[in-house]
């Protein structure tokens, strides 16, 4: 179905994958990807509908009530999504392809970040062999009562563009292992990679309706939110859609998890060895040119020490190089389509009249004429309220924020309504952890930034609900049921 090498298309998508069978649209809508650098369209494919979604929910639906995967031993779905991982694995190369060549992501970081979608995939296989679906407890009376870990159901997986696979393995791998059923929609700008996933977990031989993959637009997502056979909506994506989703699914109940957008903090707390921290910083601060949820967007610094922080760090901001996403030299690509280049226009004008300080970047790169790009943007002297400190951007522009003492650097890192990532730099790791734990923040590093899929990932208050990754990503796709045995 799927076919690209060194960012060519050789063969673009024309069927969806429902029931185990690749079947024919229910119309004929399409929809257009373009090249975030040439902005020329790359291919077209169908667009789902809400018959083709109204399809992919009944298989599900019967897979999960009727099929074999929610029953079978966890040992057996631990060698499907194997199997799975084994597949993707050997298809590395195209899927770093398709993330370079649909969002601009450069191919030396593609190529590094892809092989978590396999992770992924045999990570839950071996950790659904030693967790215990079943736990025997007795009552104080002496009954038995035996605790169930179930699968919730038919889950609707909505992922976004900026990371397409690996946000999409993250729900799938998941769900997949804990028993549920799957329909999953990716963002229409994006959909290579889940078509990908489908056709490595078709060759896989999971049973017919586990996994079905309908893209589709606005209409088409919204359907499936509200659809009354879907038991849990995974969502990653903007805050703004989240709560639309939390809002929809309220009104049944269904189950939800939404990893939504952030405004995170890296906080250089006054001991902290500038020079060791830039190299995390130029990685963190702008990855994929800060289209990235967690992107480190705000730096805290001592405001004594913000001049020889701004010595070090802009200068090298400077030297990023920006560029064709498919020269393994480039740093920094392209923002993802013209929509996302003018938003971040529009918020480094507004970083300007509101008085912020822009000392690196804030146009666009010269002799570039096509291609949605970006300088690298740095301000200095911004504060709090600042609407470039408080929403998300999602893209390469970071705030420098100075702070008088620790306890004014952690007023700043929590002014905001977002918590879902952080870093605090220090030479003393106790100092450094103990600030850590005063911020209101899912996940923090320090002296650096790590995301581990292994390990939680999520967010506090308008960075969302639940967690991906680790054990806490499987507990997410189970219900729980008490069953009392009496006399």
Known sequence: MVKLTQGRILQAPERFFINGDWVEPASDRRLD?????????????????????????????????????????????????????????????????A??????????????????????????????????????????????????????????????????????SYKIAAGLAAGCTMVAKPSPETPLEAYIMAECIEAAGLPRGVFNLVPGGREAGDHLVRHRDIDKVAFTGST?????????????????????????????????????????????????????????????????????????????????????????????????????RDRVEAYIAAGRAGGAQLVCGGARPKGRETGYFIEPTVFANVTPEMVIAQEEIFGPVVSVIGYSDEDDALRKANATDYGLNGAVYSRDTDRAFAFARRMRTGGLTINGLIVDPKHPFGGYRQSGMGREGGPEGLDSYLEVKTVHIAG
């Not at 060698?79 to 993707?88: D, H, N, T, Y």
């Open 33 to 97: 990807v373009i090249s975030p650098v040439s902005e020329a369209r790359l291919f077209s494919y169908p667009e789902g509908c809400v018959t083709d979604m109204d399809r992919a929910v009944a298989a599900a639906r019967s897979a999960f009530d009727v099929g074999p995967w929610p029953q079978m031993p966890a040992a057996h779905r631990a060698a499907a999504l194997r199997r799975v991982a084994s597949l993707i694995s050997e298809r590395l190369e195209e899927i770093a392809w």
């Open 99 to 168: 993330w370079t060549t649909q969002v601009g992501a450069p191919i030396s970081l593609t190529r590094k970040l892809v092989p978590q979608n396999a992770t992924l995939f045999s990570y839950y296989a071996d950790l659904i062999e030693r967790t215990p679906f079943t736990d025997h407890r007795r009552r104080d009376d002496g009954g038995e009562v035996r605790v169930l870990r179930e699968p919730v159901g038919v889950c609707a997986a909505i992922s976004p563009w900026n990371a397409p696979m690996v946000l999409l």
């Open 240 to 340: 703004a859609v989240g709560k639309h989703i939390m809002r929809v699914c309220s009104e049944r109940l269904a189950r939800v998890s939404l990893e939504l957008g952030g405004k995170s903090a890296a906080v250089m707390l006054p001991d902290a060895d500038f020079a060791k921290a830039l190299p995390s910083l130029m990685v963190y601060c702008m990855p994929i040119a800060g289209q990235v949820c967690f992107s480190l967007t705000r730096l805290l610094v001592p405001q004594t020490r913000k001049q020889e922080f701004l010595d070090i760090f802009v200068p090298a901001v400077r030297q990023i190089k920006l560029g064709d996403p498919a020269d393994p030299a480039t740093q920094m690509g392209p923002l993802a389509m013209a929509r996302q």
